[in-house]
């Protein structure tokens, strides 16, 4: 495969196109929107379930709202969301620490893109409960598990994405700055980093997301 291709394969990979048009979704009004959403929800749920008339199958909007309302004053289940919260920032972090810099050295040199992308196209494809046997082996009970599975999940997202913001910036800027004279590390503070962010930024939105449902 061409240098050439090997970039486009992991560009695509991250679904550019997908994450410009859900930033492009909400538009003006999209507040608003949200709230009329949830107000249609709301009714369509209240009436459908006391049609229904069955709280074991339907529960009922405001017994719902009434669990969710004891559940947020319960000491018990504060501490557990705090701890799950914990978990999942602490995992999100070492996969930012991870998949940033090797994001940003894949998206920076097409060598070390093409050498590395075998390896991460084969691990992200293996299933994250794959691997909750062999992470409860290494780590053992407790937070080791599910810290590793967090980071896991959202590694490859940051690294993709940190490559997708990498490569989006314009070669004019680095033919700008070397015909000025700067060097590797003034391009990569001034210009790659600063133009990566918003790819940066949505991979470590994603890889929080992606941390949440891995939390067993």
Same mark, same amino acid.
């Given at each position: 495969?061409?240098?050439?291709?090997?970039?486009?394969?992991?560009?695509?990979?991250?679904?550019?196109?997908?994450?410009?048009?859900?930033?492009?979704?909400?538009?003006?009004?999209?507040?608003?929107?949200?709230?009329?959403?949830?107000?249609?929800?709301?009714?369509?749920?209240?009436?459908?379930?006391?049609?229904?008339?069955?709280?074991?199958?339907?529960?009922?909007?405001?017994?719902?709202?009434?669990?969710?309302?004891?559940?947020?004053?319960?000491?018990?289940?504060?501490?557990? !969301?705090? =701890?799950?919260?914990?978990? +999942?920032?602490? &995992? %999100?972090?070492?996969?930012?620490?991870? #998949?940033?810099? /090797?994001?940003?050295?894949?998206?920076?040199?097409?060598?070390?893109?093409?050498?590395?992308?075998?390896?991460?196209?084969?691990?992200?494809?293996?299933?994250?409960?794959?691997?909750?046997?062999?992470?409860?082996?290494?780590?053992?009970?407790?937070?080791?598990?599910?810290?590793?599975?967090?980071?896991?999940?959202?590694?490859?997202?940051?690294?993709?994405?940190?490559?997708?913001?990498?490569?989006?910036?314009?070669?004019?800027?680095?033919?700008?700055?070397?015909?000025?004279?700067?060097?590797? !590390?003034? =391009?990569?503070?001034?210009? +790659?980093?600063? &133009? %990566?962010?918003?790819?940066?930024?949505? #991979?470590?939105? /994603?890889?929080?997301?992606?941390?949440?449902?891995?939390?067993?």
């Amino acid at each position: 495969m061409s240098e050439n291709k090997q970039v486009d394969r992991m560009i695509h990979a991250t679904k550019n196109k997908d994450r410009q048009n859900w930033r492009k979704m909400g538009g003006k009004n999209y507040n608003i929107g949200a709230i009329i959403s949830l107000i249609i929800i709301a009714v369509t749920w209240f009436f459908a379930a006391h049609a229904v008339n069955q709280p074991f199958i339907f529960p009922y909007l405001e017994t719902v709202l009434y669990q969710v309302y004891y559940s947020l004053t319960d000491m018990y289940v504060l501490e557990n !969301l705090a =701890i799950t919260m914990r978990r +999942v920032l602490t &995992g %999100s972090v070492y996969a930012f620490v991870i #998949g940033f810099p /090797l994001g940003m050295i894949m998206g920076y040199s097409p060598k070390f893109l093409q050498a590395m992308s075998p390896f991460i196209n084969s691990l992200r494809q293996v299933p994250i409960m794959a691997w909750v046997p062999l992470s409860i082996v290494w780590l053992g009970i407790g937070d080791g598990p599910t810290v590793f599975l967090i980071a896991f999940s959202g590694i490859f997202t940051i690294i993709l994405n940190t490559v997708a913001g990498v490569q989006d910036i314009s070669k004019d800027f680095y033919n700008a700055a070397r015909s000025m004279g700067a060097g590797t !590390l003034s =391009i990569i503070k001034d210009i +790659v980093i600063p &133009g %990566s962010l918003p790819g940066v930024l949505t #991979g470590v939105r /994603l890889a929080i997301g992606l941390g949440w449902m891995s939390v067993i």
